[in-house]
């Protein structure tokens, strides 16, 4: 391994530092000005502001931080991304801007690693480019695959050299739009990842599932598969190891979210703290009450904790080290302590609080979700607990 020199180390720290500039003068120029509510849940609007702003990020030189330089991104290991991700996830529209939010960023990661050159050309490219979007689609109505994904229900089989796929997928991210899908299917060997062109005649998207959360882009979709077909190359990866990869994309697409996520909550109590330097109540600020105090002082705990959880993932990535314990504690922690923050601005704000008059009340829609998706707390908390006592391990 090349050494790195001290100068080296300081060089990078500096444009990591400018980077970090950049984005949040990008943000605050840019993205948040483009934000409005009713955009919320438009998701024909949304595409194309996310176009547009797409555009003035490759200008700024910020667009695709977390891709390889060859492949047109800025290079940034993982330690770099969680600096320059919460920045831009300060925004709504921050991280979509810099073509970094999910479901593409980690649709892109499974088609760098799993991708053949073929595949790379015909949707890699094009996504990285920002003129296609993606979506990922694993979830399933019960009695199929959810918290649970050995319950997985679509199915794949070889039929004459090709593969046929039946299955009901729902809650995909993305989907309304989206170019192709990254679909997780049962085969005979275990789970396959299939990629499958929206304009396949087997592939029908039946509605986009309205949510509490505004943003997404291409909405939540459902979707049915029925005696849809694909060819061989359509296989991501090798047949069988579908639920390997989809696990392996969940780890660095949590500690993902955690970033973004901890940059909106920042931007909720950056907001909630103006309102309270200014708001009097029987005769005092509310800054000088104790019980917001204690709310604010909580907050930045919350944060603090969170940034350092997030860190130290990422330096354990940067090294090459397995994160599946760290990461999974990282994401209940931060999903639970942004939610908290969010919340307590939503308290100190009072009725504005839980309005569209600024962007808090969205906010705190938007991270509830995040306690369900990339595994649920309460699944985190019992695989944590089963690891733990099943390897003695201290605490
Ligand atoms: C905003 C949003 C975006 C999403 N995007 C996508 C996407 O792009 N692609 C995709 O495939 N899916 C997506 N999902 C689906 C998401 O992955 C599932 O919601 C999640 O896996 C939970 O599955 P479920 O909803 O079926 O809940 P269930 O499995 O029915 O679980 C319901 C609740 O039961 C509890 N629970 C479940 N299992 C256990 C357990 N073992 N121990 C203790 N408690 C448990 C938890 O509280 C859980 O919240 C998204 C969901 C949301 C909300």
Known sequence: MPTVTPQQDSDRATRLGELREA?????????????????????????????????????????????????????????ERAQVLEEAGRSFLGAPALNCAPPDQPNMINLLQQGTPAQQQKYLMPLIRGEIRSCFAMTEPAPGAGSDPGMLRTVAERVNGNWVLNGHKWFISGAVGAAFAIVLARTDDGATMFLVDAGNPGYRLVRNIAGMDGYQIGGHGEILLERCVVPDDAVLGLPGKGFDYAQARLEPARLSHCMRFIGRASRAMEIAQRYAAQRDSFGQRLCELQQIQAMVADSHIDLHASRLMVRDCAMRMDAGEPVKHESAMT??????????????????MGAQGISDDTPVSMIQRELRPFRIYDGASELHRATLARRIFKSGMRP
Request: hydrophobic share 45%; glycine share 6%.
């Open 331 to 348: 994401k209940v922690f931060v999903s639970e302590a942004v939610w908290r923050v969010a919340d307590r601005a939503v308290q100190i």
């Open 23 to 79: 984005v949040r003068r990008f943000v605050e120029t840019h993205a948040i000005p483009s934000e409005d509510p009713a955009l919320a849940h438009d998701v024909v609007r949304l595409d194309r502001v996310t176009r547009g702003l797409q555009a003035r990020a490759r200008e700024a030189g910020i667009y695709a931080p977390h891709l390889p330089r060859e492949h047109g991104g800025l290079g940034l290991n993982w330690s």
